[in-house]
């Protein structure tokens, strides 16, 4: 089964790039996502990336997947404290298009 | 409207008693998702729609919650005998067909507590 894990806390100061990662279990997940949760808001699509891909670059987002250790990464460049929020991996199985999401990453910025 | 929306948006009800949650999805939106967030936690999938059949249910916790979709619009999540440990916020999300890249757009959620 689909399983996607993700540290629970990143702690960064103003300025800083963030780095968040997730690790999934399922390899015949065809696309990943990063979707951001601010508080008292409703989820929103930040970024993806196709498996066949090992890096997506947005703006100030970097998106790293390593398919080979089932790991995805997100940078964020210059945090800024709109940027706290929290941050959820989620794979897309193939076939079904069931999306799994990871627990979920709390980013707090420290001006 | 434009968005996903849910009702209702909040819900208290006494241990025991059943509920039925609402999704009105984005028109057009052939997927439709229903999660699950308890509180500080992440999103537990429940159950996915594709038009009106649930390819996959194997999220949904115990025989007690049931779902539906009719005309590939309004789907409802039901809990029956609900329990304290059902008290969570239950997302859902549409997604329009085609490439599955798209985004998934969603609802702000019902908040239910079960007393």
């Known amino acids: 089964g689909e399983d996607v894990e993700q540290s629970l806390f990143l702690s960064v100061r103003e300025g800083d790039s963030s780095v968040i990662n997730c690790t999934y279990t399922d390899s015949s997940s065809t696309y990943l996502y990063w979707y951001k949760q601010e508080p008292g808001a409703g989820l929103q699509l930040l970024t993806y990336?196709?498996?066949?891909?090992d890096m997506k670059q947005d703006q100030r987002l970097t998106v790293l997947l390593n398919k080979k250790d089932k790991h995805l990464s997100l940078r964020i460049a210059d945090t800024q404290t709109g940027d706290s929020a929290i941050y959820f991996c989620a794979e897309e199985s193939g076939g079904y298009q069931k999306v799994t999401f990871g627990t979920g990453t709390k980013l707090q910025v420290i001006p | 409207g434009a968005g996903v929306s849910q009702s209702p948006s909040n819900k208290v009800t006494e241990k025991g008693k059943d509920v039925e949650l609402r999704c009105d999805p984005i028109?057009?939106?052939?997927?439709l998702y229903w999660y699950r967030q308890r509180l500080g936690q992440g999103l537990e999938f429940l159950i996915y729609?594709?038009?009106?059949?649930?390819?996959?249910k194997s999220g949904l916790p115990s025989d007690r919650f049931s779902a539906e979709r009719t005309g590939e619009s309004v789907s409802t999540l039901t809990i029956q005998r609900t329990q304290q440990e059902d008290s969570a916020v239950y997302l859902c999300?549409?997604?329009?067909?085609?490439?599955?890249?798209?985004?998934?757009?969603f609802g702000p959620g019902t908040r239910l507590t079960v007393l």
């Open positions: 729609f594709q038009g009106n059949s649930a390819p996959d």
């Open positions: 028109s057009g939106h052939t997927a």
């Open positions: 999300a549409s997604r329009r067909p085609g490439l599955a890249d798209n985004e998934q757009f």
């Open positions: 990336i196709f498996s066949n891909m």
